[in-house]
């Protein structure tokens, strides 16, 4: 048997690769060291580092899978995560833009209002959360969504949490970070990011 085609694979081991990712560093940071993508803006920032796979990184067709491992530093009321979807948010767009379902087909996200979540959302107009961990949880995590025979399976550090029902469904976009600006003006508006440590990303046709 072949091995699986690899459509994306990155453990952030040097600088970060700009023809396979799009940076906007946002005022923030952005910047690799020690085999992990670092994600960081200072205290007062509206923004966040945002980057994205440039094109599509899924597979057109066929069984696949998406492995994350990362970790978050801290956890704040404005959320980061790692996120798949069906579209990417422009940089600089609104919270309410930003969690268009097309946007949010499955995600990775700390904030202080839920801590860690793992949501799958699909082709519904809403997330499940399928998985919650600490509140704030700062350990080290794998995450997985993996395609099979017409269904979604994700995985957490090793233990399937979910399944989906039949779909057909098939995210087409990857992106990291928050791609929101904050009004300054907003009392409710908390200009303290969550950070965020990506240790590798991979993408992969399954046989």
């Given at each position: 048997?072949?091995?699986?085609?690899?459509?994306?694979?990155?453990?952030?081991?040097g600088a970060v690769d700009t023809t396979r990712w799009q940076v906007y560093t946002n005022g923030g940071s952005a910047t690799t060291g020690g085999g992990r993508?670092?994600?960081?803006?200072?205290?007062g920032s509206v923004r966040?580092?945002?980057?994205?796979?440039?094109?599509?990184?899924?597979?057109?067709?066929?069984?696949?899978?998406?492995?994350?491992?990362?970790?978050?530093?801290?956890?704040t009321w404005s959320g980061t995560g790692v996120v798949a979807g069906t579209e990417l948010p422009a940089n600089g767009v609104t919270e309410l833009e930003k969690n268009r379902p097309d946007v949010f087909f499955f995600s990775v996200w700390q904030d202080n209002n839920m801590?860690?979540?793992?949501?799958?959302?699909?082709?519904?107009?809403?997330?499940?959360?399928?998985?919650?961990?600490g509140r704030p949880d700062t350990g080290r995590h794998t995450v997985v969504l993996?395609?099979?025979?017409?269904?979604?399976?994700?995985?957490?550090?090793?233990?399937?949490?979910?399944?989906s029902p039949p779909t057909d469904a098939r995210p087409a976009a990857?992106?990291?970070g928050n791609p929101v600006v904050l009004s300054a003006d907003n009392p409710l508006a908390d200009l303290n990011w969550t950070g965020l440590g990506i240790d590798h990303v991979s993408i992969e046709q399954l046989p």
């Open positions: 048997m072949p091995p699986p085609a690899v459509y994306l694979s990155d453990d952030f081991d993508l670092n994600l960081s803006a200072p205290s966040f580092p945002y980057v994205h796979a440039k094109g599509s990184p899924f597979p057109a067709a066929g069984d696949f899978r998406l492995r994350v491992e990362l970790q978050y530093t801290n956890s801590g860690l979540v793992v949501a799958y959302g699909g082709a519904a107009s809403s997330s499940t959360t399928v998985y919650q961990g993996r395609y099979v025979d017409g269904a979604y399976q994700v995985m957490v550090d090793g233990q399937q949490v979910y399944q990857l992106w990291f």
